[in-house]
């Protein structure tokens, strides 16, 4: 036993500690599609920010490289540990520590998966409203890639959703950053630097995280148009005519082929329609009321057909809930139809028709093709980029991602760097922003153990 | 004339750059009540970003602090500019560059006013949401202070309005963030860095403002309660109910007697009432239909009845405007009433009552008394403190301050620290946190040019 397993195998107690052989595949990478699995020297699983304290500690004394894992469904391979490189998995710190109705917020390790928390928040009629497609996913995750969802056209993303944190600094000390409250100007905004920052400036070991009630009564309506642009543009119409959808989707035809044959989805689309129109919008509507969410389900499809839209379906709670869930597990059909990487690019919504356009034209003149889908509210389009050739497609994502930042865009909407990204965002990103970053970078972190290679490369 | 006047004349032109005597004595403060005026040796009015640049640069060189200004509206003394100082005043940059209703954002410079952005962007139907009570506040000073106001309890504060920066590091370099997009995980966050930064970073030099829909429809509810707590109690109830108030602010007793005489206001409220009961709960609502805003106005009086208030008076167009436009103007209220400080403390909504009760005790205690009112939906208690010996006022101030960080709030919630509170902020605050802010700040700011005293103290 290495010097270093025993130091790391005392803070957490023997059975918490893995090494060697006995560390399991699954800790040795996320769901990033093209990263190679890198087992980590160590797998520590704590209980206790106090533990976290001591094993950063260590790790910074003995430059170990650490990454954090929450469940490992990133998207960026962020949670790709580094050779002899430290994971510490939160798996055991998984508690919601408390529900507290009046100020509408959950106190909650970081360890707990959406899943559980939406469990735990159910009777007291309130929601954590972030909501990536994957339920398995941890709240620590979304505290490090800034998660978003279908439903950040309503309620935001994870960092509208943050309040407060408890938090270990690489140096081992533990702070705490904002509250159980709405707002604060008392210093330095701490929880929005740590949020978003996968990993790389403070490990959350305690979020306090807002909820909303639950609202009783939801539809969805699917409106397919027969013209891609004309989807784009029907985005900013819907939002501003007032309605505040709780869901707001594109889903292309080809990936909508593909969702419904993978997940044998029964909308009620006529073949003929299907067969002739190029995108879907997908628009979930939600009110206290069961008279005003039919009025606005109502002003909703009259609005979608003066936009242009060849019909539109409400669908009832079986088949909403199906496609719902269909269109979450969205990344799946993409793996599954041999997606040879994805992205998550985010533009302001006017430029989605003209960076769509300009992207598919880039992917067929390269020799490869893109389907996909996305957020549409937020601006937020994902991608399944299909062409074999790694340089040819390293090329084509190269010119999407600055075709992105110059329609005034960025790489990543909600997925993070990570990994993956990370060596675009070098190459495009103001090096004035990246330095900053990085003297910030090592204001938390001056021996740099937290997750090296992210955000910044090696 | 010195040398770093000419090299300022230089670069702002002549006409634009003041200093020694003809600089006029309102550039020496901002509205808070304690700090004595200090007046700037410099007064430079740029009118680009690149002029800003080149100020930061040349001050950095010289050791020269610089002190941003908006409109001197600050309550907290962050605008007080540094004795041998440079004070960048914004008034020149005061344009809107675009409104862009698809995206629904508008791009402006700082110095525009909160009244000039809202006149340029009625035409749209669109409107900035963050309203603190002065507006003549810029949007830039709004930045620097992560400003709240009456309607953050629905629209948030402005960390939640302001999307994207331009904006110049002390070293000159000029870097943009965020942008046109309502989410992004792609580095950290140096927007919500700066914004509430005080003028210690970064100075903004454009901003990216979210725009929201102006609703058509609005009313105003007045409840007065006879128990403190109630009203307290009120607060979270009206929140779950799901009802939306953009506006939720309490006022006691003595602070409404000083508006009504103050402004000469008739609320229809008979004497007998107002003189029996401890506080009010002012309720705005608003909605796209006059019939959603009439049922909700109804609810609303039921559910304040069920709460325990007297009673619930509906007002009309014109005296609710002057109600609401007395309680911005609670802080000129507080000032002829002699005042001798005011806070801004946020406290978790469920802590309000028990944080009211305690202050008023230790007040009492201490000889002198406190009133107020406060963004109640934010648990943001504004109180004007009532205390001559500045020795007490200080301990009695400390011991406030003391009591809302042990029940999980911040010394304020949207003045910011200024230069008024950061002692008080400095003696309270974990070391660590400050340690790990003054990092952050040397990795921005490595000549230590930008508002020095703000948020570390002298
Ligand atoms: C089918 C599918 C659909 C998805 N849909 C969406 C979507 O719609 N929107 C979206 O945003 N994402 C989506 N994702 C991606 C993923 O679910 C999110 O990124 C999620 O936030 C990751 O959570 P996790 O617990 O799995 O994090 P991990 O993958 O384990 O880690 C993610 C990052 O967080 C860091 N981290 C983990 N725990 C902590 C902690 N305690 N403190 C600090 N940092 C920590 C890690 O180091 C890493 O940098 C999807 C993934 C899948 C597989
Ligand atoms: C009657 C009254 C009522 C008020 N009500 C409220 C309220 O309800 N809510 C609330 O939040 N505030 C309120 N305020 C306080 C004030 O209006 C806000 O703090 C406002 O944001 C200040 O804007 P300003 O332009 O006057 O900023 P200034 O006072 O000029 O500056 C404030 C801070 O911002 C910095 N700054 C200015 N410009 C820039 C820039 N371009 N880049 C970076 N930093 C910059 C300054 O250095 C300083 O630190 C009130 C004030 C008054 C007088």
Sequence with gaps: MSDMTAQFAEIVGA??????????????????LTQSPVQPAYVAKPATA???????????????????RGSGSGLSGAARPQPGGLLISFERMNKVLEVDTTNQVAVVQPGITLNELDAATDAYGLRYMVYPGELSASVGGNVGTNAGGMRAVKYGVSRHNVLGLQAVLPTGQIIRTGGKIAKVSTGYDLTQLIVGSEGTLALATEVIVKLYPRLDHSATVVAPFADFDQVMTAVPAVLAAGLAPYILEYIDNLTMAAIIHTQNLELGIPDRIRDSCAAYLVVGLENRTSDRLDEDVERTGELLAELGAVDAYVLEGGSARRLIEAREKAFWTAKAIGADDIIDTVVPRSAMPKFLSTVRGLASAAGGGVAGCGHAGDGNVHLAILLKDPV??????TDIFALAMELGGAISGEHGLGRAKTPYYLKLEDPAKVALMRRIKESFDPAGILNPGVVFGE
């Design 15 to 32: 059975d918490h500690l893995l090494s060697g052989d006995a560390v399991p595949e699954d800790y040795s990478h996320d769901e990033e």
């Design 392 to 397: 040819a497609r390293k090329q084509l994502m």
């Design 50 to 68: 106090e533990e976290v304290a001591q094993l950063l500690k260590a790790a910074s004394e003995h430059q170990v490289p650490v990454t954090a």
